[in-house]
């Protein structure tokens, strides 16, 4: 096909040069000349240029001219009617599939194509002698899947539930083959649209469908509200008391502020169960709950009486108790311990002074003590350096560490009968003590040091079945030696 196209073309650029030549020959100035050049060089390009696609075309054609042979090859319409070869030199036609026929003649010898150059594509087998067609190769094609089905589905119902704390979307049950998108979605007071997905048995053949529904959240009664406080009784100050309160729901801490608000009525003055907060619900919750508390004197409730600071141990109605804890008057001469005292009209039996209670009360001279104190702290009387004489009497089983130490003026002291321990250096320094009296049978331990640095010519009365086992004793924490010899001496006459 290029071969012929080139000879072709050629021949006809030089057919064409021949008549520019022929026609403008009387007109040979050297102007003209160059004129007859510059037309024929674009005469020429111009054919080149469709020379370009002239391959192209050609081969469409002949692609065509392939086609309308092929067509051509049709049985006689009417009896005895024979179709006439095309007798065009080099040109052949395609062979019949029928023998007596024969193909119409081409309308454009100059662009046949021979079989070598391109054949034509044909679906039917060539009927050729002693030739075998060959079966044509089909792509394959991957079967189109089958579309899956929508599946037969009733959406179910809007919801409605009273809320609770930490309550989710997947809390609330739905039909069989329903299940919620988002289960761990939390819910709240109000209306919330939720996706719902309905998943068939046979997943391969249908789909699964997805829908809407509406869920609505009651409110919750405060009725389940758990009020408590810190203490039952709370000690009066003439001003208004308000407890913290904490509110449960169930296992769920509440949130003050958020799920209820708190207020107090009659939390000023005393009173047993009189005072009253009240938890009012909101976000989520409505309605109140209150609960009450009492105003009064409680554990550790302080106060001054007489110029003693007592201190509240104990508020039970048939054990009332209260002990010393300090003087507002350092310089009081007398210091006097009662057997009870008031408070808010109840009585409290006082039966203990406190550490350092009296500590460096320098100008106190006597000191009482109520019949139902039964200990005295360590230093309770401390540097109490013109105390004269004490009697520990009463109830009282223990005299703490140091608990008349530095009394340098002290000079007797009378130690009662209930009287268990003296604790450590507990009449250290006394320098002026002269006489103990010991009635007490109970004593088991006596203190390192707590006769020490007391008066040289000190004398101890204590009763005769003890007298030897207390005395051996405090030889051993601070009584002088010389007391021994005493002893033995007078017990010898």
């Known amino acids: 096909m290029n071969k012929k196209y080139n000879s072709t073309e050629s021949n006809t650029f030089n057919n064409k040069t021949r008549q520019v030549k022929g026609e403008f020959s009387h007109k040979r100035t050297p102007l003209f000349r ?35 042979t092929q067509e051509s090859v049709r049985p006689s319409t009417e009896p005895g009617e024979s179709v006439v070869p095309s007798t065009t030199p080099g040109e052949s036609a395609r062979p019949s599939t029928e023998p007596e026929e024969s193909a119409e003649p081409s309308e454009e010898p100059e662009e046949s194509v021979s ?113 408590k406080m810190s203490k039952k009784t709370y000690a009066y100050t003439g001003k208004a008391i308000k407890p913290i309160v904490y509110v449960k729901d169930g296992s769920a801490m509440l949130t ?130 013109a105390l004269k004489s004490v009697a520990i009497t009463g109830r009282i089983t223990s005299i703490g560490t140091e608990a008349f130490k530095n009394c340098s003026r002290l000079t007797k002291v009378t130690i009662g009968r209930r009287v268990e321990s003296i604790g450590a250096r507990a009449f250290e320094n006394c320098r002026n003590l002269k006489l103990v009296v010991i009635t007490s049978k109970r004593i088991g331990n006596f203190g390192a040091d707590s006769f020490k640095n007391t008066h040289k010519e000190i004398k101890f009365r204590i009763t005769k079945s003890k007298k030897k086992v207390y005395m051996e004793s405090l030889y051993k924490v601070g009584v002088p030696e010389e007391k021994k010899d005493e002893e033995n001496k007078k017990e010898n006459e």
């Open 256 to 385: 003050n502020g958020v799920n209820y608000t708190v207020s107090y009525s009659n939390n000023i003055k005393r009173g047993s169960k009189t005072a009253k907060v009240t938890v009012k619900g909101i976000g989520n919750y409505k309605g109140t709950k209150t609960a009450k508390f009492s105003i009064g004197v409680v554990k550790g409730y302080e106060k001054t009486i007489n110029g003693i600071r007592y201190r509240v141990t104990d508020t039970s109605s048939k054990n009332r108790r209260v002990k010393c804890i300090s003087v507002t008057n350092k310089k009081a001469r007398k210091i006097k311990v009662p057997d009870t005292v008031k408070i808010f009209g109840k009585k409290y039996k006082v039966t203990a002074v406190g550490e350092d209670a009296f500590y460096y009360c320098k100008k106190a001279t006597t000191v009482k003590l109520g019949k139902n104190i039964t200990s005295l702290a360590e230093g309770s009387f401390h540097s109490c350096s």
């Open 115 to 227: 079989p070598s150059e391109e054949p034509v594509e044909s679906t039917e087998p060539s009927e050729e002698p002693g030739e075998s067609a060959e079966p044509s190769v089909e792509p394959s094609i991957s079967p189109t899947p089958t579309p899956k089905l929508i599946p037969k589905y009733t959406v179910p119902k809007d919801k409605s539930v009273t809320y609770r704390p930490g309550l989710q979307v997947g809390d609330l049950t739905l039909p069989k083959g329903w299940t919620w998108k988002k289960p761990t979605v939390y819910l709240n007071v109000g209306e919330t649209t939720c996706a719902i997905l309905f998943t068939p048995e046979d997943t391969e053949r249908y789909l699964t469908v997805s829908k809407k529904i509406k869920v609505k959240v009651k409110v919750r009664s405060a009725s389940h509200f758990t009020i």
């Open 34 to 68: 160059c004129l007859v050049l510059v037309v024929a060089t674009l005469v020429i390009m111009a054919d080149l240029g469709r020379g370009s696609s002239f391959g192209k075309g050609s081969d469409n054609r002949a692609k065509v001219n392939a086609a309308e």
